[in-house]
Nanobody
Framework: QVQLVESGGGLVQPGGSLSLSCAAS????????MAWYRQVPGATRARVAV???????DYADSVKGRFAISMDSAKNTVYLQMNSLRSEDTGVYYC?????????WGQGSQVTVSS
């Protein structure tokens, strides 16, 4: 059974930086892509950034130039570096992975941007 374990997040002032990481463990035969989603109360989960096994990346318009997603394939770990954070970046960030053909989700990490 595969699981995703997230770490990072927390409270930061506007303009600050935070990083998230997510490690996949278990019986991993094929890792297709990993991504980060953000969810705020009353809204659906929205994708923030994605990275494929070929290291292709894509970002939501709202975070382009501020966030950077990267992946260590040897460790099956994805990272999200968040810079120049804004209050609207606040939310619960979920790690996602398409592993062995199945959708997998992390437990969620709270990111709060507030002065």
């Amino acid at each position: 059974q595969v699981q995703l374990v997230e770490s990072g997040g927390g409270l930061v002032q506007p303009g600050g930086s935070l990083s998230l990481s997510c490690a996949a463990s278990g019986s991993i035969l094929r890792l297709y892509r990993m991504a980060w989603y953000r969810q705020v109360p009353g809204a659906t989960r929205a994708r923030v950034a994605v990275i494929t096994s070929a290291n292709r990346t894509d970002y939501a318009d709202s975070v382009k130039g501020r966030f950077a997603i990267s992946m260590d394939s040897a460790k099956n770990t994805v990272y999200l570096q968040m810079n120049s954070l804004r209050s609207e970046d606040t939310g619960v960030y979920y790690c996602y992975a398409l592993l062995n053909g199945d959708d997998c989700w992390g437990q969620g990490s709270q990111v709060t941007v507030s002065s």
